[in-house]
């Protein structure tokens, strides 16, 4: 079985001004796509889809371009998830533009640089139309406070796939006691919405992350959006911040999904991503 890393990133510290990740940090340094390939080595991850840093803000669609240009070079990466700025009055040219170049899948947005009502506007509400209009997709990177928000957004685009990143990022201490269970079952009703098995480990702590009882999550992840709308994702390379190796991670997200049948872990491991994004596999 080959799998696809649906999330990881790439930066250049000196190419590009990032927000994120600070200088107080251990991964605030170059990361390459050859640096995933030699973390790939010797596991089931073949193929991988970038995901934007910068939201187009920060520089416009440079970003975008200077990993579809190392895509021709370095072939793990199969798709980009690009920082596209939804409200341009341009967005259309735009995609238009970077699908000539190959290898487009979808767009994302940084929520934590924007107020938390930016997805309900209406002009981003246009930009949504557009990628669907494209048969492109978004990346809801959302934490447990937005996604109140969320089911009014899907509801508006019936036609565009969404994928929540990083299972929402649910504080894994505080157990069933918050809102992050009925959100994530109210929103796994609307067909449209995906969800990504990834960023477990990104922001937790290096000497407690192992001690987090994760299971329940995922089987309430697998119970609403069953095995055909979850997608494994890295994360690669946030979650060495914590001391964690590519193949550590993927490990643990093996773990948590050992109790499926082959058929089932193939589809969160290759299948899902494949139809989500529409890769060329």
Known sequence: MEYVDCHFHVWALEKF???????????????WPCGLEGNIENTPVKHAVFVQCLNASSGGTAE???????????PVIVGVVAGLDLTSSNLDS???????????????????????????????????????KHDLTFD???????????PTV?????????????????????????????????IAKFPNVFCKISGLISEQKEDTWRSIDYQPFIDHLLSVFGVDRCVFGSDWPVFE???????????????LLAKLDQNDRLKIFRENAI???????
């Open 94 to 132: 735009v995609i238009t533009s970077l699908k000539a170049k190959g290898c487009l899948k979808g767009a994302r947005h940084i929520l934590d640089l924007d107020a938390d009502d930016w997805i309900t506007r209406d002009n981003v509400s246009n930009g949504l139309e557009t990628l669907a």
């Open 241 to 255: 911040n914590v001391g964690v190796t590519y193949k550590e991670n993927l490990a643990h997200t093996e773990k």
């Open 140 to 150: 809801l990177l959302v934490r447990p406070h937005h996604l109140p928000l969320v």
């Open 154 to 186: 899907v509801a508006k685009h019936p036609s565009l796939r969404f994928i929540i990143d990083h299972t929402a990022k649910p504080i894994f201490s505080e157990g069933r006691t918050t809102g992050w269970w009925d959100d994530m079952a109210q």
């Open 64 to 74: 975008t371009e200077w990993v579809m240009d190392m895509a021709t070079r370095h």
């Open 17 to 31: 001004k990032y927000p994120w990740p600070t200088p107080d940090m251990r991964i605030h340094k170059d990361y």
């Open 275 to 281: 139809r989500f994004y529409k890769l060329n596999l």
